[in-house]
């Protein structure tokens, strides 16, 4: 019964709004990094991880693009008769 009648208390504690692992607010070093001039994309800005994963989603897009147009082109074609 005890359990029941501390169950108020545990919530409240539990959903309580102090900050126990206190973060470090990063927002003004990325505003410097992305909003400096140095003629790159903003795509671009973060990096080298930036650059790798522009790089793996226009392959992914470029290869996807050609094997539309290859299956809208085999589809056209008529079946050969056997």
């Known amino acids: 019964m005890k359990h029941l009648l501390a169950l ?3 919530a409240s504690r539990t959903f309580s709004t102090t900050v ?7 927002v003004p070093e990325h505003q410097k990094i992305f909003q ?3 003629e790159l994309p903003v795509h ?8 790798v994963f522009y790089r793996i989603t ?3 897009t ?3 693009t050609f094997l ?3 299956s809208l082109f085999q589809a056209a074609l008529p079946r050969a008769k056997k």
């Open 36 to 38: 400096a001039d140095n």
């Open 44 to 51: 671009l800005k973060g990096g080298t991880v930036d650059a």
């Open 62 to 64: 470029v290869a996807g």
């Open 68 to 70: 539309s147009l290859y």
């Open 58 to 60: 226009m392959t992914i």
């Open 8 to 10: 108020p208390y545990l």
């Open 20 to 26: 126990r692992n206190q973060l470090r607010n990063k």
